[in-house]
């Protein structure tokens, strides 16, 4: 899909199959896709791009999550404002978080972002105002810009949808970006970008911020849109979660995120019902049973696709050897 005229035809494409979707399926069911395809986006322009893994991305989706559900609960601020808080709160614990593991790599970097993110976890699970195990409940919708009620679930998808186009612009946009050139050669040579100059930590610290903003407008809409915040969302179970999608869709690639959400959301709600249905073609009861299997499958999913990935690789590097003996 090189040729620009193929990928505007694909995006358009896209983008009529998402206004008609609520049509035909479950609005909230897609609002929620929306918001983990987003949070999936910005995920990848962090591991994909700038090739460091945050095991801490949970706690800008769900820490972002509990602000701005509070803000429009209690202190009672309009709904809009309420999101752009919730993205400040990703931004502003990303910065925080940033500064003590960015000069970190590797598997160091990884390990001090996900005991961070626990940290928070904690922090959530006592706080007064979180409501602990009980979640933040009855986070209302209120009216966008004073004017549009979103108490109508078709009026909210489409602001939703609107959103998530608007982040994935902004991603679309840095990666062909000359910082997003700079990330991309961080991440293929390190130590050559140094010596081109570049203040390495200083890009990846931008990147970091820029992903976990991008994560919180993820976590804030959800939590609109679901009515209440929980402990899932900071949890570091969905940090694996977005790793997950990120690998299913394809490392690196700008549409590949979107399409691990949707699978891997799609299998979280919908395997039960495959799972009967594969019980009544076969007669195997055991498949009934494969709704409550939900974290097996996942887990099967994730092994499969971190195989595949690492044979695709072992492919590319033999096949660019290959070209060097040539030449």
């Given at each position: 899909m090189n040729n620009p005229l193929n990928k505007k035809l694909f995006y358009g494409a896209l983008l009529i199959l998402a206004l008609l979707a609520p049509f035909g399926l479950y609005p909230v069911?897609?609002?929620?896709?929306?918001?983990?395809?987003?949070?999936?986006?910005?995920?990848?322009?962090?591991?994909?791009?700038?090739?460091?893994?945050?095991?801490?991305?949970?706690?800008?989706?769900?820490?972002?999550?509990?602000?701005?559900?509070?803000?429009?609960?209690?202190?009672?601020?309009?709904?809009?404002?309420?999101?752009?808080?919730?993205?400040?709160?990703?931004?502003?614990?990303?910065?925080?978080?940033?500064?003590?593991?960015?000069?970190?790599?590797?598997?160091?970097?990884?390990?001090?972002?996900?005991?961070?993110?626990?940290?928070?976890?904690?922090?959530?699970?006592?706080a007064p105002f979180t409501g602990g195990e009980d979640g933040l409940q009855g986070i209302p919708r209120g009216k966008l810009l004073g004017f549009i009620d979103l108490s109508s679930d078709m009026t909210l998808y489409y602001v939703v949808l609107a959103i998530a186009i608007a982040g994935f612009a902004l991603i679309v946009r840095t990666i062909h970006s000359p910082f997003g050139q700079v990330l991309k050669a961080i991440k293929e040579n390190e130590p050559r970008a140094i010596s081109l100059g570049y203040d390495v930590d200083r890009y990846k610290l931008l990147a970091f911020v820029l992903s976990a903003a991008l994560t919180g407008l993820a976590g804030s809409t959800k939590a609109l849109i679901l009515g209440f915040e929980t402990l899932t969302d900071v949890h570091w179970s969905m940090s694996g979660l977005v790793v997950l999608m990120t690998l299913v869709g394809g490392l690196g690639t700008i549409v590949g995120p979107i399409v691990g959400a949707v699978i891997i959301i799609m299998l979280e709600n919908k395997l039960g019902d495959i799972g009967n249905w594969l019980a009544s073609v076969t007669h195997i009861e055991w498949f009934n049973t494969l709704g409550d299997s939900v974290t097996i499958v996942t887990g099967f999913i994730f092994i499969v696709s971190c195989s595949l990935l690492r044979r695709r690789r072992l492919c590319r590097r033999s096949g660019d050897q290959g070209l060097g003996r040539a030449d």
């Open positions: 069911f897609l609002m929620k896709m929306l918001c983990f395809a987003l949070f999936a986006c910005a995920f990848n322009l962090l591991i994909g791009y700038t090739g460091l893994l945050s095991f801490g991305h949970a706690a800008f989706f769900g820490g972002a999550g509990y602000v701005a559900g509070q803000a429009i609960k209690a202190w009672g601020v309009p709904t809009e404002i309420g999101l752009i808080l919730g993205t400040l709160t990703g931004a502003l614990i990303g910065l925080v978080m940033g500064l003590l593991a960015i000069r970190r790599q590797g598997i160091y970097f990884t390990m001090i972002t996900l005991a961070l993110a626990q940290m928070l976890f904690f922090v959530a699970l006592q």
